[in-house]
């Protein structure tokens, strides 16, 4: 059974840190690209962050510079280190897997990131 299970979300105050981890197990597929995305009431879902396989990454402009995705391959796990946080980084946080031999995706059930000022 596949699963993608995310941890470390919370409430911390502005300026503070918080580490998100995201693991993802039960599937004979390599991974090929492993993200974070985030949702804040009455907005859409974005990409925060993304790593692939080879270890390029890319993030959203709002987080250059505070926010760090690292993934550690042996263990299907990704990492978003995420720094100066203020209240505009406050929502949900979703981790995607997507596969590399086939065209998945999957998404864990979020975790919820707030920031208070």
């Known amino acids: 059974q596949v699963q993608l299970v995310e941890s470390g979300g919370g409430l911390v105050q502005a300026g503070g840190s918080l580490q998100l981890s995201c693991v993802f197990s039960?599937?004979?597929?390599?991974?090929?690209?492993m993200g974070w995305y985030r949702q804040a009431p009455g907005k859409q879902r974005e990409l925060v962050a993304a790593?692939?396989?080879?270890?390029?990454?890319n993030y959203v402009d709002s987080v250059k510079g505070r926010f760090t995705i690292s993934r550690d391959s042996a263990r299907n796990t990704a990492y978003l280190q995420m720094n100066s946080l203020n209240s505009e980084d406050t929502a949900v946080y979703y981790c995607?897997?997507?596969?590399?031999?086939?065209?998945?995706?999957?998404w864990g059930q979020g975790t919820q990131v707030t920031v208070s000022s």
């Open positions: 039960g599937s004979i597929f390599s991974i090929n690209t």
């Open positions: 995607n897997v997507r596969l590399l031999e086939i065209p998945k995706d999957y």
């Open positions: 790593i692939t396989r080879a270890g390029t990454t």
